[in-house]
């Protein structure tokens, strides 16, 4: 069967996920998740793109990327993400084979049926990953996240993240954003609390 052709354009938000092979927990040590954020880093150096979150667990990532004109195509930049890092960890841990599951997968935000509130949404949804996974119990605790650069203006995340529009147009100003992007917190805890997630 055919693969399914991705959709490439400038001016897009994709989240993208991919998985360790087998499922298995090969980001589970924080220096190997210090290295992808650093493998990010040098992506956006190589590459112009919007970085707008991320978040590394144990066995899979999640990134979200805004492709713009003039700027690399998504599967460019994801191409270059992983392999870079699959280079890195096979050469550190002394190992040959795949390191990713399968192609990673993706779906694109302004396609949603309600993009704005799908990002704002989907940005506590990555930052609840590790609480999820109990690795964690607060999510602005969690090192491997890119939360912090929504809640603090000066927050280091390891990798400059750059605010998607949608978050801009919540005030005039990064505390009124602030605020308003809290709402989204307190109701996401108020719809899965009851499912014990948070």
Known sequence: MARKLRVQMPGLTYHITSRCIEW???LEEEYFKACFVEILRKAKEKYRFKLIAY???DNHIHLVVHTLED???????????????AEMYNKIIGRTGPFWNE??????????RDGFHYLLWLLWYLAYNPVRKNLCSDPTQYR???IQAYLDEHADVGVPIDH????????????QRVA?????????RKRY????WV
């Open 164 to 175: 998607h529009e949608y978050f801009m147009q919540l005030g005039d100003s990064f505390a």
């Open 71 to 85: 700027g690399a195509p998504i599967s460019r930049i994801v191409q270059y993400i992983k392999a870079r890092f």
């Open 144 to 146: 491997y996240s890119s």
């Open 103 to 112: 192609r990673y997968k993706d779906s694109i935000i302004e396609f949603a």
């Open 193 to 196: 609390s009851i499912a014990g």
């Open 24 to 26: 298995r927990k090969m």
């Open 55 to 57: 978040c590394i667990m």
């Open 180 to 188: 308003r992007f809290l709402r989204y917190d307190e109701a996401y």
